[in-house]
């Protein structure tokens, strides 16, 4: 819905903020490991670019993770992009009773795929294709 020629939705930018108490850290993660590109920074925060939307990166010094994931990258292979991922040092997060296999990746009965992992700050990341299948 429009009001006065104003939708968000067709002419906004998104920008998604993950929080870290290590600001360095973090871009490091960001940066050299997923390997989005900084596009702006300023004292409190870097932002990178993600496709079709920004990654605000905020310096929070008391800051705790949440546990749920903040930000999540749907991908077409989802093994070959784990495999890529565990070369760089990240680790992917297996949770009891949610049926993962070896890897980390959960198959939902749609067919789509799910793997979860942490950045320095202990932020939930996620990996996901899309569904294969009606559910």
Same mark, same amino acid.
């Given at each position: 819905?429009?009001?006065?020629?104003i939708d968000?939705?067709?002419?906004g930018?998104?920008?998604?903020?993950?929080?870290? @108490?290590?600001?360095e850290? &973090?871009? !490091?993660?960001?940066?050299?490991?997923l @390997?989005?590109t900084?596009?702006d920074?300023d004292?409190?925060g870097?932002?990178l670019?993600?496709?079709?939307?920004?990654?605000?990166?905020?310096k929070?010094?008391?800051?705790?993770?949440?546990?749920?994931?903040?930000? !999540?990258?749907?991908i077409?292979?989802?093994v &070959?992009?784990?495999? &890529?991922?565990?070369?760089?040092?990240?680790?992917?997060?297996?949770?009891?009773?949610? !049926?993962?296999?070896?890897?980390g990746v959960f198959?939902?009965s749609?067919? @789509?795929?799910?793997a979860f992992?942490?950045?320095?700050?202990?932020n939930?990341?996620m990996?996901?294709?899309?569904p294969? &299948?009606?559910?």
């Amino acid at each position: 819905m429009t009001t006065n020629g104003i939708d968000l939705g067709k002419s906004g930018r998104g920008v998604a903020f993950v929080y870290a @108490g290590d600001l360095e850290r &973090a871009l !490091g993660f960001y940066r050299d490991t997923l @390997g989005l590109t900084v596009v702006d920074s300023d004292p409190y925060g870097v932002s990178l670019e993600l496709p079709g939307a920004l990654l605000r990166l905020t310096k929070v010094s008391d800051f705790k993770p949440h546990e749920h994931p903040v930000l !999540g990258f749907e991908i077409a292979d989802i093994v &070959a992009t784990i495999q &890529a991922l565990n070369a760089r040092g990240v680790r992917f997060e297996i949770y009891d009773g949610m !049926g993962q296999d070896a890897l980390g990746v959960f198959t939902g009965s749609d067919g @789509g795929k799910m793997a979860f992992f942490k950045d320095p700050s202990g932020n939930a990341l996620m990996l996901q294709t899309p569904p294969t &299948a009606a559910g």
